[in-house]
């Protein structure tokens, strides 16, 4: 089955990094971009940043660049969302997305989000 | 970075009826890189349409896209399981990528 399965909820302190997954099966996962996409409660879709898994090329959104990093691990064929420092503006449902045949960045794969909180 | 400006905020329409939706951007979309998702309560989003006006694989042909430039469109008859959120997204333009506002579709 073709899917992107994401870690689960996590519940962190300010001040406290986290590192969050999103690992594919099913297709060529490596080749394909993987974005991943915030949704705050009650509000609409954010594209935070973008990698190929392949070579570990990842671009930012500028709303997010130095907040976040992206990275990969195609021997395991999993994507990677990390905070260094978390903070309470933070919390919100993470969705990685996948392009699965075009190599343009719109995205036919979805995960199932993960649940990311944080208070104090 | 091209802002993306989907209009109505919510639209309030029955079964049947036709809802009509708005993605405007604040500069021209390289090549019809413009892509539609349905997002219902407690799911991912779901995607539509990309190029444009291209059905992605499984959606049902009542949905359809259109437009070019800075204007689009997407346009279907309502079924009882529409009714949901839908984003427009553009891909076609540095630095990467950018979604609507979005535009609920809610049973009048």
């Known amino acids: 089955e073709v899917q992107l399965v994401q870690s689960g909820a996590e519940v962190r302190k300010p001040g406290e990094s986290l590192k969050i997954s999103c690992k594919g099966s099913?297709?060529?996962?490596?080749?394909?971009?993987i974005a991943w996409v915030r949704q705050m409660s009650g509000k609409g879709l954010e594209w935070m940043g973008i990698?190929?898994?392949?070579?570990?090329?990842?671009r930012y959104s500028p709303s997010f660049r130095g907040q976040v990093t992206i990275s990969a691990d195609k021997s395991i064929s999993t994507a990677f969302l990390q905070w260094s420092s978390l903070k309470a503006s933070d919390t919100a449902m993470y969705y990685c997305a996948s392009e699965t045949a075009s190599g343009y960045w719109y995205f036919d794969l979805w995960g199932r989000g993960t649940l990311v909180t944080v208070s104090s | 970075d091209i802002v993306l400006t989907q209009s109505p905020g919510t639209l309030s329409l029955s079964p049947g009826e036709r809802a009509t939706l708005s993605c405007r951007a604040s500069?021209?979309?390289?090549?019809?890189?413009l892509a539609w998702y349905q997002q219902k309560p407690g799911q991912a989003p779901r995607l539509l349409i990309y190029?444009?006006s291209r059905r992605a694989t499984g959606i049902p042909d009542r949905f359809s896209g259109s437009g070019s430039g800075t204007d689009f469109t997407l346009t279907f008859r309502l079924e009882p399981e529409d009714f949901a959120v839908y984003y427009c997204q553009q891909y076609g333009n540095s630095p990467g990528l950018s979604f609507g506002g979005g535009t609920k579709v809610e049973i009048k």
């Open positions: 190029g444009a």
């Open positions: 500069q021209s979309v390289s090549s019809r890189y």
């Open positions: 990698i190929y898994p392949d070579d570990s090329d990842a």
């Open positions: 099913g297709y060529s996962f490596n080749n394909h971009w």
